[in-house]
T-cell receptor, first 114, second 116 residues
Framework: DGGITQSPKYLFRKEGQNVTLSCEQN?????MYWYRQDPGQGLRLIYY???????QKGDIAEGYSVSREKKESFPLTVTSAQKNPTAFYLC?????????????FGNGTRLTVT | AQKVTQAQTEISVVEKEDVTLDCVYE???????LFWYKQPPSGELVFLIR??????QNEISGRYSWNFQKSTSSFNFTITASQVVDSAVYFC?????????????FGQGTELSVKP
């Protein structure tokens, strides 16, 4: 079945450690996105990529980094510079980065940093 | 600036009641798209509907219906005869046609609880 796989579902880290969240899609979509979800704040865009080897910052990119070496993979690294990393992270993809293309989401990774 | 407001943070209904989730948006663009997503407890956002700014026809899909009114910048979602399985967080979202890479602006979400 085609879809987006995020792993792991739950992730625990100590403050000061970098951590990488995995996102893989087999939908053959060109565009991929990372969103962060906090209670009562909806979803906020961290990074997005329209094509392999290219990506752009979203609204809250500080303290995060990404790579897009393969079409199907868009890993997100939460660095120690992110002030408040505990959140629910959602990866998404769309056929193209066009306005009418709906996003398809993964199941998310819940990151807890203590 | 673009913004989506879902004023209802939480709604609780009893099964078989009808319920309307409100969505108000702001944009200066004349061409844009509106979306509704459902987020069940599993966490994954499920795409429900897309509407473009030139199509104000209401849409019905089973027990779901959507009312788009440009005059009031609203895109409300009604569930008829609600069921327990409808319990979820629902997000309204906006994307302008001329945007940077398909950025989707989400509202804060409305948590719907349907009790048996």
């Amino acid at each position: 079945d085609g879809g987006i796989t995020q792993s792991p579902k739950y992730l625990f880290r100590k403050e000061g450690q970098n951590v990488t969240l995995s996102c893989e899609q087999n939908l053959n979509h060109d565009a991929m996105y990372w969103y962060r979800q906090d209670p009562g704040q909806g979803l906020r865009l961290i990074y997005y990529s329209q094509i392999v080897n290219d990506f752009q910052k979203g609204d809250i990119a500080e303290g995060y980094s990404v790579s897009r070496e393969k079409k199907e993979s868009f890993p997100l690294t939460v660095t120690s510079a992110q002030k408040n990393p505990t959140a629910f992270y959602l990866c998404a993809s769309s056929i193209v980065a066009g306005a009418d293309s709906p996003l398809h989401f993964g199941n998310g990774t819940r990151l807890t940093v203590t | 600036a673009q913004k989506v407001t879902q004023a209802q943070t939480e709604i609780s209904v009893v099964e078989k009641e009808d319920v309307t989730l409100d969505c108000v948006y702001e944009t200066r663009d004349t061409t844009y798209y509106l979306f509704w997503y459902k987020q069940p407890p599993s966490g994954e956002l499920v795409f429900l509907i897309r509407r473009n700014s030139f199509d104000e026809q209401n849409e019905i899909s089973g027990r779901y219906s959507w009312n788009f009114q440009k005059s009031t910048s609203s895109f409300n979602f009604t569930i008829t005869a609600s069921q327990v399985v409808d319990s979820a967080v629902y997000f309204c979202a906006l994307r302008a046609f001329y945007n940077q890479g398909g950025k989707l602006i989400f509202g804060q979400g409305t948590e719907l609880s349907v009790k048996p």
